[in-house]
């Protein structure tokens, strides 16, 4: 195993290569809508747009197995054995039920390409793996390695995709190279895990990690972010159905901006989150990483307005200068999106399960109030709405439940928050009892 040396412990190696992942996946999604043009990265936004709502369950094994790693050392062969066998039926079975459904991811994207439809299938089989691998990473704190992954992941997109679209710059070609990319972190992830293991002691303990155990809390972690990334990447899908392809495109290219001002605060939410955890100053830790968010925001916000010229270069180019005038807009949209990624966050920190509805709500609302959108701006500002009335209540209910003086959902006995930054996953406390709110607590510690 790795030597934690404190600068791996901090968890900074992470920040470094989470920012080398996002600014490299940031600019394989600037050539593709540079290469590709308004109709055809709308075809390849909208298939990412739906593999990011798939991803839940990459996230959800990540959390589920970073969590029992971390709460159970001793038993790190026999979770890491569980959930990887776990993970392959999960994986197959998601990839399957894609392919079957394809002619029906055909016409819900309007594709018009069957075979890009089954390269949906194709990339959610290693995309869902790499999810487990990742996670028995994170829960032994093997930062390097997981870095390394994470890394890997952003840089073989950007260097193998952009090679690719120069050769034939076509949207099926575009979603194949992310398939094909996909199994280099798997790659690393297999090999820094086939590297530990023969070091690893086989230890059997009382608590449940069998396939049930694993598979009920792989679906209870996925939950709030399966909501979360369904309201927040519905838009483009919409878009789709109730504009013309040219405006459609013109949409998906505003929301590149809009993916880099949420992915701008991120480290926020990755520092915040235990402390969100801690019953005693979680209230005090959302207010302030609220308060930092809106303000990285709002610097967006201006440079977007001031210098929309530039903004205008990161979301595709002259090609797309008809939404110029509205950058600032999207800009907004990624602001307020930000915000309510950290307060779902801090929903799945007190585990509010409740509350998760809202965000189901607000994606009928969407879809609903879109229907009448009858160009770019109009669908922008429906969204904006929608996200806006969904973030208003579920703070105004969170600063609620939390109260001025937080008290535990658990109980008093339920032991403290741990860890620092982790790498963006869920963490937090040991499962404990019914919450205030009716809700069952049940997260873990996933990073320091």
Known sequence: MEQRTPWHRSGAVMAVAMAVMNVATYGYTMVAARLLGPGSYSAFAAVMGLLLVLSVLQLGLQTTGARRVASHPEAVAEVERRL????????????????????????????????????????????????????????????????????????????????????????????????????????????????????????????????????????????????????????????????????????????????????????VVIVAFPSMSDTDVRRRALTQSLWLVLVLGGLAVVAAWVLSGLALVFVGGPQYAEIQDQLWLFAILGTVLSLLQLVVYSVVARQARRSVYALWAGLLALVVLSRSADGVTTLLLSVLAVDAGVLALLLLTSLQRLGPASRSASGAGDPPAGGGPGTGSVGGVVPGSPGADGDVERHGELGR
């Open 84 to 267: 990887l066998r776990v993970s392959l039926a999960v994986s197959a079975g998601l990839a399957a039920a894609c392919l079957a459904l394809a002619p029906a991811i055909n016409a819900l994207l309007n594709l018009d390409s069957l075979a890009t439809a089954l390269l949906v299938g194709l990339t959610a089989f290693p995309m869902t793996l790499m999810g487990a691998q990742a996670g028995v990473l994170q829960g032994e704190r093997r930062w390097l390695a997981l870095a390394a992954l994470y890394a890997t992941a952003g840089v073989s997109r950007l260097v193998v995709g952009t090679g690719l679209l120069l050769w034939r710059p076509e949207e099926q070609v575009a979603v194949a190279a992310v398939l094909v990319t996909f199994f280099a972190p798997v790659a690393i992830g297999w090999w820094a895990l086939r590297r530990s293991a023969p070091g690893r002691v086989e230890v059997t303990t009382d608590d449940d990690h069998s396939a049930r155990s694993i598979l009920r809390e792989i679906g209870r972690n996925s939950h709030a972010l399966l909501a979360f990334l369904a309201l927040s990447n519905a838009d483009v899908i919409v878009a789709r159905d109730v504009l013309d392809a040219h405006d459609a495109g013109l949409y998906a290219g505003g929301l590149i901006l809009v993916k880099a001002v949420l992915f701008l605060p991120q480290f």
